[in-house]
């Protein structure tokens, strides 16, 4: 096979990627440390750099190369930081205190959709997210299949996305 | 949309319940997989949505959580206003210092024999042989049944109810003294009675009180 430079679409980078490494950055780093979308914007910089210089040679996906820089990037701040790299560091806060105007009334209308599903919908959504119980136990405190606490969560997501679009 | 098998570790990803190497191995492939990353992103915003506003949206299930969840110890608490909880326990407290001045008392108290010949008594009783009915002349000697262990007895005659005389001895047997025998007149109503003691001096055994009289006096 010819050792060619495989095709890479740049922008493809910054429009399918940013998301998705703004999303693991955050996820990784918290949502209230101020560093975090300097970092996405490190990474996508360094991504397009590498992909230039030829480092990729398509012996993985784009997405694993991109998870592998922006994996990377977070490792070297943690250890920046003086944080113990061993541990994982502490998950995003909820909720994200630099949500905007938009999105609080958003979050608002969601609630208000939340609060007029069907009980039976809403106890699960209490119990599995609320009180982080395994869907397991959701299915033994209401006694029903743990396959049914899925569809249940599922289902709820379908009528909370049919009432936003309304 | 085809379903794919990394879909079921989004919420686990979310609530930070996925060991380190499954984490990386779904962040990988979330890098990978815009569908699982859609889904996770609208499951994301669900949850943040009932982690910020779930004290509003969920009252209903707070009430009944409370309801059905409540250990057996909160249940008996909920049984009673805290106002009735208070008026039980005053009332229990006052019980108990009722009972509790009184057992004192009741523990001083000596037991009282109120014997009569017609009294039916649980217990230890001493069985009087002489004399048991009305006699011609003042008997001289009083008899009753002997126990098996070793008693002092109390032997006591009464005239209507009041004390002539008493004595203690080893013998299941007394003889009236001289002096006794002449208070005891003819038509008078006399009684008699013994009493058991243990060497440590407490009440075991008590006869029943024999009425007699006397036919004729000394």
């Known amino acids: 096979m010819e050792n060619k430079k495989p095709d890479v679409d740049l922008e493809e980078i910054f429009v399918k990627y940013r998301p998705v490494i703004s999303f693991r950055v955050k996820k990784s780093l918290g949502a209230r440390n101020p560093d975090w979308e300097d970092i996405v914007e490190e990474v996508i910089t360094n991504a397009i750099e590498k992909i230039q210089k030829g480092e990729f040679r398509g012996e993985s996906s784009i997405g694993t190369f991109i998870y592998t820089i922006t994996s990377r990037r977070i490792v070297d701040y943690i250890r920046q930081k003086g944080k113990v790299l061993k541990h994982a560091p502490e998950p995003a806060d909820y909720p994200d205190p630099q949500e905007s105007v938009e999105n609080k009334e958003r979050v608002e209308l969601m609630a208000k959709a939340l609060r007029k599903l069907k009980p039976k919908y809403r106890k699960v959504l209490y119990l599995y997210y609320y009180k982080e119980l395994s869907r397991e136990e959701v299915a033994q405190k209401l006694g029903i299949s743990p396959r049914r606490v899925s569809e249940r969560v599922n289902y709820s997501q379908k009528l909370l996305k049919k009432f936003l679009k309304k | ?218």
């Open chain 2, 1 to 218: 949309m085809k379903d794919c098998k990394y879909e079921e570790l989004i919420d686990q990803y979310l609530l930070n319940k996925l060991a380190e190497n499954q984490k990386d191995r779904f962040e990988e492939h979330y890098f990978n997989c815009s569908s699982c990353f859609e889904k996770m992103t609208e499951r994301d915003e669900l949850l943040r949505v009932i982690k910020k506003k779930g004290h509003t949206i969920f009252k209903e299930e707070f009430l009944t959580e409370e309801i059905r969840g409540a250990s057996l110890a909160e249940r008996i608490l909920s049984f009673l206003t805290p106002k009735q909880w208070a008026f039980a326990a005053v009332s229990a407290a006052l019980i108990l210092v009722v009972i509790f001045a009184f057992i004192p008392y009741f523990k001083t108290i000596q037991p009282t024999f109120q014997i009569v010949s017609e009294e039916t008594r649980s217990g230890k009783t001493i069985e009087l042989i002489s004399p048991v009915m009305d006699v011609n002349v003042v008997p001289t000697e009083f008899k009753w049944a002997k126990s098996d262990k070793e008693l002092e007895y109390k032997f006591s005659i009464y005239n209507n109810g009041n004390v002539l005389w008493t004595a203690k001895i080893k013998e299941n047997f007394v003889v009236l003294p001289e002096e006794i025998r002449s208070l005891i007149k003819a038509q008078g109503k006399y009684s008699w009675q013994v009493k058991a003691f243990s060497s440590q001096g407490t009440l075991v055994a008590v006869s029943s009180k024999v009425y007699f009289r006397v036919a004729k006096s000394e």
